[in-house]
């Protein structure tokens, strides 16, 4: 059962996915599959109305990660052992939001076209990119916690027992 804040979070992170996408299959239906390259349009702009969401997004995502990073050392928590796990979590979600960022770098470079500036082709560096992020989110969000690794040394060690 969701209550509380978290149902206003999911009401948030899903209302403003499904506004950008009915805006963009509203102005831009008979535009949309035009691109054999990706499901949008053949025009740039209909293009930009998919990236300026997620570079805000990201942009805003790095910038109160990097808040966090700063706060990190002067937190009210008192107990060095979840300071530690937030510190390691904290570590890797920068690397996760990094990560995500260069990738939609890659992702417009592939698919946005300008007649002035002849660009190499960014289409398999992108694919890669995008089809291992979520092997990437689980090394640094998954290994890298302090939390996780010690829960997997301890089923280890009870296998080992057995």
Request: aromatic share 12%.
């Given at each position: 059962?969701?209550?509380?804040?978290?149902?206003?979070?999911?009401?948030?992170?899903?209302?403003?996915?499904?506004?950008?996408?009915?805006?963009?299959?509203?102005?831009?239906?008979?535009?949309?599959?035009?691109?054999?390259?990706?499901?949008?349009?053949?025009?740039?702009?209909?293009?930009?109305?998919l990236f300026i969401p997620?570079?805000?997004?990201?942009?805003?995502?790095?910038?109160?990660?990097?808040?966090?990073?700063?706060?990190?050392?002067?937190?009210?928590?008192?107990?060095?052992?979840?300071?530690?796990?937030?510190?390691?979590?904290?570590?890797?979600?920068?690397?996760?939001?990094?990560?995500?960022?260069?990738?939609?770098?890659?992702?417009?470079?592939?698919?946005?076209?300008?007649?002035?500036?002849?660009?190499?082709?960014?289409?398999?560096?992108?694919?890669?990119?995008?089809?291992?992020?979520?092997?990437?989110?689980?090394?640094?969000?998954?290994?890298?916690?302090?939390?996780?690794?010690?829960?997997?040394?301890?089923?280890?060690?009870?296998?080992?027992?057995?």
């Amino acid at each position: 059962m969701i209550g509380g804040r978290a149902c206003v979070y999911l009401l948030i992170v899903w209302g403003i996915n499904f506004i950008i996408l009915g805006y963009n299959i509203l102005r831009y239906l008979k535009e949309m599959g035009t691109d054999p390259q990706c499901l949008l349009g053949w025009e740039n702009i209909v293009k930009w109305h998919l990236f300026i969401p997620i570079f805000c997004s990201t942009g805003v995502s790095l910038l109160l990660i990097l808040i966090v990073m700063c706060n990190i050392n002067y937190t009210l928590l008192r107990r060095s052992s979840m300071v530690k796990e937030l510190t390691s979590t904290t570590y890797g979600l920068l690397m996760v939001i990094v990560l995500f960022c260069g990738t939609w770098i890659t992702g417009s470079l592939a698919f946005i076209r300008s007649k002035e500036i002849d660009l190499p082709d960014f289409q398999p560096l992108f694919q890669v990119l995008n089809s291992w992020s979520g092997v990437t989110t689980f090394m640094f969000l998954g290994l890298c916690s302090s939390r996780y690794r010690s829960v997997i040394q301890e089923s280890v060690k009870e296998r080992k027992m057995e």
